[in-house]
């Protein structure tokens, strides 16, 4: 479970205003909540699984169902959280969340296409740097090349390991796994990751 908190959240009233329970407590519900923003969840539950004490809870509970005439967007009088069955004591929508998590998706979409494009410019830039040596698939349709210039660089770090063939190996694994395949940021990540636990396997059967 986690959730994105925007800057927003500490310069509007909920943090000027207070208690500071009430954004302590609206930090859990948002990592709580479902994709619909639905907590579902009695006041125990959210303190059980967020280790903060019941009596922070529920103070914060209580003033987040207070209506707010100083909050930036008004629906629902700028409550915070409404009940989801007004004939019961527990269970909340967080009003605002559909409006942020939209935003949050528009924001991770466009850090992607940074990170695809700052990759594919490095790979442009070297482009004359030998023939690949593999093609790891990513995520999406996108693809990693390994190129001669970078083998060597693999080489250098891990002497035990052959480099070609262990980056076929993962080439083909990926194949197979589409799944776990990673992002354009994380594919020397993944390779690295990779290579290390070779060499260890290497040290550890020239010990025995």
Known sequence: MYAKLFKSMYDGTLATKGPWQALVTFQQMLIVADRFGVVDATPETISRYTTIPLDIIRTGIEELERADPDSRRHDHDGRRIVRLDPERSWGWQIVNYEHYSKIRSAEERREYQREYMREHRD?????????????????????????????????????????????????????????????MRGARRFIGGWMAREQEKANGNKAR
Request: aromatic residues 6%; glycine residues 4%; charged residues 30%.
């Open 123 to 183: 790979q442009a830039k070297h482009k004359d740097s030998g023939s690949v040596v593999a093609i790891l698939p990513l995520k999406g349709d996108g693809k990693f090349l390994v190129r001669e210039s970078y083998a060597k660089q693999l080489e250098a770090l891990y002497p035990k390991v052959d480099v070609p063939a262990t980056l076929l190996e993962m080439q083909a694994w990926l194949v197979n796994n589409p799944d776990r395949r990673k992002t």
